[in-house]
């Protein structure tokens, strides 16, 4: 059971490939992009544990030898000094900007490994092996990359395409439960901002997914990705509707900030939060209704979401810290924060006129 999803951007078009069992036929599938025989991989101590040795029995049944570097697991990891540990590794394997860099795990290694193979010679060709639901239905598509900061999140990076991403969704069964339903913060966030049917669908399904469930899992990752396909191909760097993807993460980035980018939020826990912050930002401006945001947040609280500040362990900033962390966001334009809030479910809006006091209540109604 396996789906393809095109990102057909000119020059640079690449599959996402979506399905059960692609961690076997991974190997034969790289070796078809050319290069030198030896692949560089780029993972974290917890995922090599789990799906290094089968990575690495398929590159070698395909007549490919490699090499991989493990790397700490956790937000913290992307930063300079990973950075830099992960452009010395590479170029100890000498690799050419013809060959293949592999970044095998979630989030955290695909920015980092992304980041990481954009800078190296100016650039070489890497393939995503997503192993978390958020990397694979989203930071594993669409060619992000960066690290963070101690000014806020991924303010370092660049725009790089993968040559091929594998979503193998065998691979969501090794997650902790917590890690699973984070990821279904970016899996609501696509049908909230531009697929009501998809948000209906959820509503009936997710939590079947959540439990297990195949078929379920593969439609839920095939849509995300078709969603996030298409709008960037449309718009590839975010000079227009790929801001839309952004949905819930100005409010969720600061509160990743106020954590210390540490377990006690994890980025797709921030995004649900963002998202019921959002809809509710959008009400309050009469954007959307007053049943929206509560629609959103029964949906999420059903799922297992945090859905305010106040659902996180531990002292938080006040609202006033949070709102200028928010304006350190790389989506300010001449000095405006640019939000992104709904008119309705599945109708999402790029807005910079938006009344910081309005903001700062929602904040502190939140907290």
């Known amino acids: ?158 725009f790089h395409q993968p040559a091929l991403v594998l979503a193998d969704t065998d691979l969501l069964a090794t997650l902790p439960r917590r890690d699973f339903l984070a990821g279904y913060g970016e899996v609501v966030k696509y049908g909230l901002l531009g697929d009501a049917d998809f948000f209906d669908w959820l509503e009936i399904n997710a939590l079947g997914m959540a439990n297990g469930d195949v078929a379920a899992r593969i439609h839920a990752v095939t849509r995300s990705v078709q969603m996030k396909a298409e709008i960037v191909v449309k718009d590839e760097t975010e000079q227009g509707d790929r801001a839309l993807l952004n949905l819930g993460h100005t409010f969720c980035h600061a509160l990743e900030k106020a954590t210390g980018y540490s377990d006690r939020l994890l980025h797709g826990e921030g995004v649900a939060i963002g998202c019921a912050m959002a809809f509710e930002l959008s009400s309050r401006l009469g954007l959307c ?21 106040s659902d996180i362990d531990g ?9 200028g962390w928010m304006g350190q966001d790389k989506k300010v334009v001449a000095g405006k924060l640019r939000f992104v809030l709904l008119r309705g479910i599945g109708q999402a809006i790029v807005t910079s006129d938006v009344p910081p006091d309005l903001v700062l209540a929602v904040l502190r109604d939140a907290a």
Request: contains cysteine; aromatic residues 2%.
């Open 1 to 158: 059971m396996t789906a393809i999803v095109p990102v057909a951007l000119p020059g640079r078009a690449y599959d996402v490939v979506i399905g059960t069992d692609l961690l076997s036929g991974a190997g034969a599938r790289i070796a078809t992009l050319g290069g030198r025989k030896h692949v560089a991989i780029l993972t974290d101590d917890t995922v090599a544990g789990l799906h290094l040795p089968a990575l690495q029995a398929s590159l070698t049944a395909a007549g490919l030898t490699s090499e991989a570097l493990r790397l700490p697991a956790g937000e913290a990891t992307k930063s300079w000094a990973q950075l830099e540990a992960c452009c010395d590794f590479l170029l100890d394997q000498k690799v050419e900007r013809n060959d293949v860099v592999i970044a095998l795990g979630g989030g955290v290694i695909g920015d980092l490994g992304g980041f990481a193979a954009a800078v190296l010679r100016r650039g070489v060709r890497f393939v995503q092996i997503p192993t978390t639901l958020l990397a694979q239905v989203d930071s594993s598509v669409g060619g992000k990359t960066g690290i963070n900061t101690s000014h806020g999140k991924n303010l370092i990076g660049a």
């Open 289 to 309: 209704s007053q049943e929206e945001p509560s629609r959103v947040r029964a949906h999420l609280k059903a799922m297992g979401q945090k859905v305010d500040i």
């Open 315 to 323: 002292d938080l900033p006040d609202a006033e810290t949070l709102l």
